[in-house]
């Protein structure tokens, strides 16, 4: 069990790369050419629900040096996120986003609170919840009940509490000094991008361009047998100074709603 924030960090990019192999092969490929891979963000999602809404799962996080730095509204994903950062300029920062559940079916409402109610009294509170993984049972009928309303949904209850995805800072990369190259020897190196919107999301005027790879695609155990579902993806961002020289560390909801679609089966 992650008892504090180095050993949380570690386990949840175990875990992480343990179902998104892909991640390793490309993080091994930047370190191939003599790159210094620094992970810009991580990304948590949940539902907000009192027990494991975004203030309860970004607790550990703010007892270890972290502050909230900005919300964000995702209006067509139905989504609210805030992000925090360390006090250590080289750790990664935290986004963490909800499900606004007020804004979908009573049906899902519903079940996404039968899921909620299995997690053992308490265990929300513990400092690694969020790299504990799934916390309740869940049936492949019940992930594709969820997935026709949301996609968003349906992932957090087959994956439960993990990253989904880690992010590579692209500013912190010697060998590429834009973020096209960068798509360019991806694709060149077999790896398929997201292409939602385009492949490149933001633009220097907003100070951040991301793309993101496409989420793999894993056989994961329901109580009613295994199902092969999109996991997560990787990400990757170049962030921009701002008229005081500093660069921007906050997040464009505009370009997440689309890199949120990494997850998408329609991708």
């Known amino acids: 069990m992650a008892k504090n924030l180095a050993s949380l960090l570690e386990k949840m990019w175990t875990d992480y790369v343990a179902i998104n192999p892909l991640a390793q092969k490309v993080y091994d490929l930047f370190e191939a050419r003599g790159d210094k891979v620094l992970n810009d963000h991580i990304a948590l999602r949940t539902f907000n629900h ?33 992000h925090y950062e360390h006090s250590d300029a080289l750790m990664p920062k935290i986004f963490i986003s909800e499900l606004k559940l007020e804004d979908f079916s009573k049906d899902l409402q519903l079940t996404v609170a039968s899921l909620i109610e299995q997690i053992p009294a308490g265990q929300e509170h513990t400092f690694d919840f969020s790299s504990m993984g799934r916390p309740w049972k869940v049936t492949k009928a019940l992930y594709e009940k969820l997935m026709k309303e949301s996609d968003y949904a349906a992932w957090v209850a087959a994956f439960g509490y993990r990253p989904n995805h880690f992010t590579v800072f692209i500013n912190a990369l010697k060998s590429f000094t834009d973020i096209q190259a960068l798509n360019t020897f991806l694709k060149e190196n077999g790896v398929k991008l997201n292409s939602s919107g385009g492949e490149i999301k933001g633009t220097p005027a907003v100070y951040l361009e991301q793309s993101s790879t496409l989420a793999n695609n894993i056989e994961v155990k329901f109580d009613d047998g295994v199902m092969t579902i999109p996991a997560c993806y990787y990400e990757f961002a170049r962030r921009y100074p701002l008229a005081n020289g500093n660069l921007y560390q906050g997040f464009v909801a505009a370009s997440a709603d689309k890199i949120f679609e990494s997850t998408s089966k329609g991708q």
């Open 50 to 82: 009192p027990r494991v809404s975004v203030d309860v799962i970004a607790a550990p996080f703010l007892a270890s040096g972290y502050k909230y730095c900005g919300d964000y509204h995702f209006t067509e994903k139905k989504l609210y996120a805030k």
